[in-house]
Structure formats: C-alpha cells, structure tokens
C-alpha cells in the first residue's frame, strides 16, 4: 500500500499571472519558467530537510497549485538513502506500507525558511536571466545586417551605448561617420554587424559607415527595392563624404536609377541627410566592363578603357575631366576601383598621347612608363687669366714677376679682387646736393600734386 501525508496544498492563485508575466516581459517560454520554477522548489526543499532525499515538484500552471513532496521505495536494506527508506521508518509514517510500496510525503514550504526561500529566489533569477541572455543572443544573432533605432543612452570615450528596448547595443568610434555629433537622449540608427556571446551577456555591435547599412536605408526609402523590383548589386562607401551604390531591375519599364532618386529627388534627399549630406552616385549596373567604367566615372568623360589584366585596366579621361575623375585625394578612383573590383590606372589623353609609342604600349602591358633619364651634365670651367680681371694686377706678381699660386689660394685671391672692384666701382652720392625730406621709392615718380598742381 502507498501512505501519503495529505498536507494543504499552497495554493498562490497570482502565481499563473506571474508565470505569465515573466514570460512576456523576459521573452521566454512558459516551460523553461516553471522548470526553473521547480528546480528553485527542489533545491529549497533539500536545503530545509539538510539530508539527500528524492523531492519532487508539481506545478499547475492554470490553477496555480504548487506541490512539494518527496518519493522514497520502501526496503528491507537502505543502499540509496535519497530514494530509499527503510520498513521500519515508513512505518512510522503509515504502519500499512510494505516492502516495495511508494512513501510520498508533501512538505509544506510554510516551514523551508528565509534562507532556503531566499536560495530558490536567486536559483529562479539567474536561470531567467541566463534564459534571456540566450534568447537576446539568438535573436539578433539572426539579424545580422538589419537596421535597428535606438536613443543614445551613454557617450563613453567617444563609443555610444544605444537602448534598443530589449538590450543595449554599443556603436564603436570606429563605425560612426567622423562628423556626427551625439547628445543623450538623441534617436540613431544603425546596422548591426556583430554579436558577441560575453559572459556579462550578448554585445550587440552596429555599425552607420557599415556598406550595409547605407542598403538598408534605400530598402527603407524606396518601396521599389524593398517589393524587389529593383536590386541592389553593390555598394562601397567613404563613410560621411562619398558613396556609390550600384542598382539594376529585371522589369524593362522601371528605371532603377530613377527609383532610387525620387520625385525631384526626395528620396535619395531623405538618405543624404540620414547621412550628415554624404554625397551618393547611383549606377545602373551592367556586366559590360567598358560601359560600367563609363558610368562609374561619369559626368568624367571616358575615352578609352583597356583591360590589362583580369584584376587591372587602363582609362584614358579627356584632360579636362581628369582631376574629376580621380576626385579629392584620390576618393573617386578608390570607390570607382572597388565598385569594378579591380585596379585602375587613369591617364588624360593629352598626357597620354604625349607619351611615345613605347611608353604607351609599355602601359597597355601593365608596366609604368619608364622616366626620362637624365645624364649627367658636366660643366667646362675655363681657366681665368689674373691679367684678364679689370682694376687687378698679376696675383703673387713681385716686380713684374710671376709666381706660381696654389689653386685654392688663387680662387680666393680671385674672389677677392672682384670684390675690391666692385666697391671701386660704385658711384658716391654728396648728401649736400640731395633733395631734403625727400625719398626714391622703386617704381615710383617723383611726387607731384594731382593734375599738375604742385604738391
């Protein structure tokens, strides 16, 4: 037979509303709470009967009953004390049990104590907490590449924490476009581009100089790309300054450029201004090389595009739209060569054609044109008589006798002498017969009074 200690079952008629509750608000599932729920219980129990013994839980989630009993078999030899119990002890319980017979015994969670309550409580926090940190983690882990908006909660040495609601994502200094400015409190979007599994919980990182998130806005702004009438091939990007981003369409009456644009160009507006005024070049894409180059560097006008290699081409601009085309400190030849993914060597085709036959054809084979070499020059230095030299007599002459000099001391004799010449030579002004109070100024007339009148 089976004895049972029939105690009052605890009856918590708010326990379903706060089951459900947690649920909602943690975002996770019914079950995993009242499991957690029921291993807080069982290590309660355990903890006020202070010896091992099978405890077992039964929650009804709709009434709201919980109920804690232990289950021990009856033997004649205890070997396992947590699931056995001896004849004569469950006898002391109900003296009908025989060996074999179940003894189960409801507890009453009245008498587990502050401490063994206080230990179910934190056992049932740390199991929701750890539930919900997997569940955070698995769902954005999914979203990787969506836009997300947030409101700047905290500025920390240049990184920005954003509140998304259920969690908080952190937007380094290195993903922020440089010009932007953020106070607390302030709304920004993002993309989000990683989430890391910490052991203080998942970190949520996004990104606004992230390629996709410039994608996401034009799937925002423009229905057509979001209903995928109108694709998105590429995008590159020089976060806060210049973006390109590539569009083509399978349906012949739609114009992917002119989607993207908008009524007088209200759409493309509403993205440039997402991004602090980036400038965006929308292409239409095509697989002709020649054609894409064409329109990747346009309004440059391309006169010729010469591949060289698989990963390397040769594009001669019209000299006037050189400058245009390789863009301030190079930026529009950098996007232009990711956008095509491949090298490119940009010439005018002045400077081109000035180049000789060779040079050219060394270029078209992918070698730079060699520089002109420069021999050389050796100057003639003539020998100087002393006699030659106006105003000076024979260096080291003694009565007309000439004696010989070493080189250096005649250069210095030399310079010397012309110096002494040069001073002869300059023309002395009397002071007395100067104008008083007046001044030579070099490019100057004297000075006279407007229109002839004296001064």
Not at 143 to 167: F, H, P, S, W, Y
Not at 310 to 335: S, T
Not at 383 to 388: G, H, K, L, S, T
């Amino acid at each position: 037979m089976k004895a049972k200690n029939k105690n009052e079952n605890v009856k918590a008629l708010d326990i379903a509303a706060a089951l459900s509750s947690v649920t909602k608000e943690k975002s996770i599932s019914m079950d995993l709470v009242s499991d957690t729920l029921r291993d807080a219980l069982v290590t309660a129990a355990k903890r006020y009967l202070g010896k091992p013994t099978n405890v077992e839980v039964k929650v009804d989630k709709e009434k709201g009953l919980i109920e804690v009993y232990t289950r021990q078999t009856v033997v004649e030899a205890v070997v396992d004390p947590e699931k056995e119990i001896s004849v004569e002890e469950a006898r002391k319980a109900d003296p009908d049990l025989e060996v074999g017979d179940e003894l189960m015994q409801e507890l009453d969670m009245d008498r587990f104590g502050r401490s063994a309550i206080q230990t179910a409580k934190q056992v049932i926090v740390q199991r929701v907490r750890e539930a919900e940190r997997e569940k955070v983690f698995a769902d954005y882990s999914e979203r990787i590449g969506e836009l997300v908006t947030g409101t700047v909660q905290q500025i920390d040495k240049g990184n920005i924490l954003v509140n998304l609601g259920r969690t908080e994502a952190l937007l380094p200094y290195k993903e922020q476009i440089r010009k932007e400015r953020y106070r607390q409190g302030d709304p920004i979007r993002g993309c989000i581009v990683e989430v890391k599994n910490n052991p203080k919980g998942p970190q949520v990182i996004v990104s606004r100089t992230a390629p996709e998130f410039l994608a996401r806005l034009f799937e925002l702004e423009v229905p057509e790309i979001f209903d995928k009438t109108v694709k998105i091939v590429k995008v590159v990007r020089d976060p806060g300054f210049r973006s390109k981003i590539a569009v083509t369409t399978s349906d012949d009456r739609v114009d992917p450029v002119g989607a993207c644009v908008g009524m007088r160009g209200n759409r493309v507006q509403a993205i440039v201004r997402e991004l602090s005024n980036e400038r965006i070049d929308i292409i239409n894409w095509t697989e002709e090389l020649s054609l894409l180059v064409r329109r990747v560097f346009s309004p440059a006008e391309v006169k010729r595009v010469v591949p060289v290699t698989e990963k390397k081409i040769v594009v001669i601009i019209r000299e006037d739209d050189l400058a245009q085309a390789i863009g301030k400190e190079g930026q529009n030849i950098r996007l232009a060569s990711k956008m095509i993914e491949k090298d490119i060597d940009v010439y005018g085709d002045e400077e081109f054609a000035a180049f000789t036959e060779e040079e050219r054809t060394a270029i078209l084979a992918g070698l730079p044109p060699k520089p002109e070499s420069e021999e050389p020059k050796e100057v003639a230095v003539e020998a100087v008589e002393p006699e030659d030299l106006p105003g000076t007599d024979a260096p080291g002459a003694v009565g007309g006798a000439a004696t010989p000099v070493e080189p250096e001391s005649s250069i210095e004799s030399l310079v010397e002498n012309a110096v002494e010449a040069e001073s002869e030579s300059e023309i002395e002004i009397d002071p007395d017969k100067a104008a008083p109070g007046s001044e030579a100024v070099a490019g100057e007339e004297p000075a006279e009074g407007r229109d002839g009148e004296e001064a």
